[in-house]
């Protein structure tokens, strides 16, 4: 049986440590997720995961239920993000390539290239989107996300989600174009999904 938010969230503010382990362990990939897709480098997303939990263990008395305890450590994750983007004034624009990705260190070099120019075209037009845009879009396709969850994250109504997923493909997919017309016959908004989802 699986526990719920409310009696997690009294035991680790009772101070039980297996509960908070229990947080960590269920909530942890998506944070790394979320945290990797905005500052684009696994060590720093690395260094988020470690410190959104210690504030989260800290401050665990500032969740009021109003959410799931899932969409509020998202959401400290994503402040933390912009908090920390803010301090380093300018990021890291490598390219980061997918963990889920299997099969990369078997490619071959111009699979490896074409997948570099890839990540780096993405990363390119991403940096294009507004803050709103680009954080609704690296919530949905790297946090997976539903548009319920991404509202209230963003604290915005679920259609104004909606609205901003689709401006922000279409603009990606623009921007893209010029890339994906070398890349090969695939189709533009075929690549372009894909690029999105592989490396957003």
Partial sequence: MEISDSE???RVRAGDRKAFR????RNRERVYRVALGMLRNPEDAMDAVQEVFCRVHNRMADFKGESALSTWLVRVTVNHCIDKKRRQKSWDNRFVADPDVEGVSDASPERLLS???MGAAVQDALAELGDDHRTAIQLREI???SYDEIAAVMG???GTVMSRLHHARKKLQLLLIPFLEEAGPKSLLDRAGDGVRRRV
């Fill in 8 to 10: 997690l969230v009294d």
């Fill in 115 to 117: 997948e570099a120019q």
């Fill in 22 to 25: 229990y947080v960590y362990d």
């Fill in 143 to 145: 946090g997976g996300l």
């Fill in 156 to 158: 915005c109504p679920k």
